[in-house]
């Protein structure tokens, strides 16, 4: 499957529509269960396809967002699409404690 070529997609294993988000109008979330990537046969992963019906507000589509799960257990896909809208709470606590607490810096001592 190549991401950009809708052409080469398989059919959808899961599929749901939210009708009307509070905050992003109607989505559509389609999910393909045990793909793999080309280098990694013997690695499982489950590919999300996230997009948004209603275009921005200068008329152009919203691009689809791609996501990878992977794990031993699948959750249900309403409950993976709706947690990754939760997603900015903790990147921007990573991206404070690299950046205010040091966590990239090496802890170096001298005794």
Same mark, same amino acid.
Do not use: Y
């Given at each position: 499957m190549r991401l950009g070529d809708p052409t080469t997609w398989l059919e959808a294993d899961t599929e749901? $529509?939210?009708d009307e988000h509070p905050d992003l109008g109607k989505v559509r979330?389609? /999910?393909w269960l045990d793909l793999h990537f080309y280098r990694a !046969?013997? /690695?499982k992963v489950n590919l999300i396809l996230v997009e948004r019906m209603k275009p921005m507000s200068n008329g152009q589509p919203f691009p689809p967002l791609w996501l990878v799960w992977v794990g031993e257990r699948t959750l249900p #896909? $309403?409950?993976v699409w709706f947690k990754y809208l939760r997603r900015f709470g903790v990147d921007h606590w990573y991206r404070f404690a690299k950046q205010r607490l040091h966590w990239t #810096? !090496?802890?170096l001592r001298t005794r």
């Open positions: 749901i $529509e939210i979330v389609k /999910q !046969p013997g /690695q #896909l $309403e409950t #810096l !090496p802890n």
